[in-house]
T-cell receptor, first 111, second 112 residues
């Protein structure tokens, strides 16, 4: 998976609790992305980062925040999880913003 | 609005039966088209990038082609291990960050 790890790989949580997902890369790539994948919707971009402390919103960013304090780590936070955020979350990295390489994913269930 | 449509949604083939998957797109100023393979429970795996109409890329039994309106992923003499969901994606119109719009994918099943 191109030197990308995601943690946790699986998480079950309750509505209203905060959740943080971590993406870690060893490739020193500039760009990092968070996607969610849902049946019938495909992959949708949540947030992305184009450098340390440089982030921007994707198409489904409501209810999510991100932080990138180091090149290798990109965190996705759900401040107050809702059932509609039950999904599989993928992190991706890209050296120059062209080909993106994906991590193994985190399956999140919000009860 | 950028759109990527993949067809068919699902395709079932017998081993050795060649076929093609389609990815049509509406985006102004295409800056590349990407194909990925995704196995169940895993992240998408990068396959190809195509940049201009007429370009072709090959990898084992897969060949990707690009026209001004669509891309095809041709699968020649498929094997059961080619079973997966195949995704295509294009960068958003405008901008320089290569945010991608993905199609919903084609689920390919190859029976022995």
């Amino acid at each position: 998976d191109a030197g990308i790890t995601q943690s946790p790989r699986h998480k079950v949580t309750e509505t209203g609790t905060p959740v943080t997902l971590r993406c870690h890369q060893t490739e020193n790539h500039r760009y990092m992305y968070w996607y969610r994948q849902d049946p019938g919707h495909g992959l949708r971009l949540i947030h992305y980062s184009y450098g340390v402390k440089d982030t921007d919103k994707g198409e489904v960013s409501d209810g999510y925040s991100v932080s990138r304090s180091k090149t290798e780590d990109f965190l996705l936070t759900l401040e107050s999880a809702t059932s509609s955020q039950t999904s599989v979350y993928f992190c991706a990295i890209s050296e120059e913003g062209v080909e993106q390489f994906f991590g193994p994913g985190t399956r999140l269930t919000v009860l | 609005e950028d759109q990527v449509t993949q067809s068919p949604e699902a395709l079932r083939l017998q081993e050795g039966e060649s076929s093609s998957l389609n990815c049509s797109y509406t985006v102004s100023g295409l800056r590349g088209l990407f194909w990925y393979r995704q196995d169940p429970g895993k992240g998408p795996e990068f396959l190809f990038t195509l940049y201009s109409a007429g370009e072709e890329k090959e990898k084992e039994r897969l060949k990707a082609t690009l026209t001004k309106k669509e891309s095809f992923l041709h699968i020649t003499a498929p094997k059961p291990e080619d079973s997966a969901t195949y995704l295509c994606a294009v960068p958003h119109s405008g901008g320089s960050n290569y945010k991608l719009t993905f199609g919903k994918g084609t689920l390919l099943t190859v029976n022995p």
